[in-house]
C-alpha cells in the first residue's frame, strides 16, 4: 500500500518461536541470574485462549471494556463474507491451528458509562443488575417497554465496523427508571453481541466460554445463552493472558486446572420473546448506520438463530 518493501520489515516468526534474547548487559540490570529469551505469543485474545486450552471449534468471549470473539480452526478462514464482515485471521500459537477475531469497541465500558452520565453508584448498579436477573428468569421483564439501545459509544462492531458510528437510545419516557435503563443496555450488549457472533460458523455444540469481569454478571451471559440458543460457560481463571503467554513460551510447563464457575443453559421460549426484541433492535440499528452512510439504503440483513 505505502510501497515500503518487505525487506524493510523483520522477518516473519512463527507463534511460539523465540525472536531473540535479552543481552547480557540487560539482564545483568534487571537482576536476571539467566539467559532469558523473547517469544512471539500472539495478541491478548489469542493468549487468552491458549491459556483455557482451546481446540479446534472452540469459541472465547473476552469481556472487559471492550470484548473479543474469537474461534479457533484447523484452517483460516479467508472467504468474502469474512472480509466483508472485516473478521481477523490469525496464526495460533500451536502448530496448523488458526483463529478468527472480532472485536466489539464497548462491552462493560457500557456500565461505567451508564453510571458517569445517570450519576448511579456502582452499588445501584449492582443491585439492579441483581434484580434485573432474577426478573428476566421470572419472566417478569415486558421487552415491549424496554428502550432500544445500540452500544455505538465508541463505534460498531463486525459486520459493521466503523469508528464513527455513535449509539442510540430510543423510547425514553418519563417513568424511566434505573431497572429499566439497566435492562436496556443489557439488551443492546447482548444484540450487538449477537450480530457480531452471526458473523461466525460455529459449531452447534460448541458451549461460548467468556473470561473476564462479564463472568460475575448472570443476566449478561443468560442473555447471550438465550440468543445465541447455546450453552454459556463462564471461566474462573485469573490472569488468564499472562498464563497463555507462559504456555506459549514454554509450552512444558503443566498447564493450571481450567475451571467452569457457572454453566447457563439456552432456553427456548426466552429466545423467541428476545427474538421479537431483536426485530425491532435491528430495525433501529439498520435506520441508524443508513443515516451514518455505513450501511446501504434499502439493505435488510436478519440473522437468527433457529
Not at 522477518?11 to 540487560?26: I, M, R
Not at 539467559?35 to 483455557?52: F, I
Not at 469459541?59 to 466483508?84: F, M, V, W, Y
Request: with cysteine; charged share 15%; aromatic share 8%.
Amino acid at each position: 500500500l505505502l510501497h515500503v518493501p518487505c525487506s524493510a520489515f523483520a522477518p516473519l516468526l512463527q507463534p511460539g518461536e523465540h525472536a531473540g534474547w535479552v543481552s547480557e548487559s540487560l539482564c545483568k540490570t534487571l537482576g536476571f541470574s539467566q539467559s532469558v529469551s523473547v517469544t512471539l505469543a500472539g495478541h491478548d485474545h489469542m493468549v487468552g485462549a491458549r491459556a483455557l486450552q482451546m481446540m479446534p471449534g472452540d469459541i472465547l468471549n473476552s469481556t472487559g471494556t471492550t470484548e473479543g470473539i474469537l474461534q479457533l480452526d484447523t484452517q483460516p478462514t479467508l472467504d468474502e463474507q469474512a472480509k466483508r464482515d472485516k473478521l481477523a485471521n490469525g496464526c495460533y500459537s500451536l502448530a496448523n491451528q488458526f483463529t478468527l477475531f472480532a472485536s466489539l469497541p464497548v462491552g462493560g465500558f457500557a456500565l461505567e458509562w451508564l453510571r458517569n452520565t445517570f450519576r448511579l453508584t456502582d452499588e445501584e448498579i449492582a443491585v439492579s443488575l441483581n434484580r434485573g436477573y432474577a426478573d428476566y428468569l421470572a419472566g417478569n421483564w415486558s421487552l415491549d417497554d424496554i428502550p432500544v439501545f445500540i452500544p455505538h459509544l465508541r463505534g460498531s462492531g463486525s459486520p459493521y465496523k466503523n469508528r464513527h458510528t455513535r449509539g442510540l437510545f430510543y423510547g425514553l419516557g418519563d417513568t424511566l427508571n434505573i431497572d429499566m435503563l439497566i435492562a436496556s443496555v443489557s439488551l443492546g450488549l447482548t444484540m450487538e453481541f449477537a450480530n457480531c457472533f452471526a458473523c461466525f460458523n460455529v459449531p452447534g455444540t460448541s458451549a461460548l466460554k467468556v473470561i473476564g469481569p462479564a463472568t460475575h454478571n448472570p443476566l449478561w451471559l443468560q442473555l447471550k445463552a438465550d440468543i445465541l440458543q447455546r450453552p454459556v460457560e463462564a471461566i474462573a481463571f485469573n490472569e488468564a493472558v499472562s498464563v497463555g503467554a507462559l504456555l506459549t513460551a514454554a509450552p512444558d510447563i503443566p498447564p493450571p486446572q481450567v475451571t467452569i464457575a457457572q454453566r447457563l443453559l439456552p432456553n427456548r421460549a426466552r429466545y423467541h420473546q428476545l427474538q421479537r426484541y431483536q426485530h425491532k433492535w435491528k430495525s433501529w440499528y439498520q435506520l441508524k448506520l443508513q443515516q451514518e452512510g455505513v450501511m446501504p439504503l434499502h439493505h435488510r440483513e436478519e440473522h437468527y438463530v433457529e
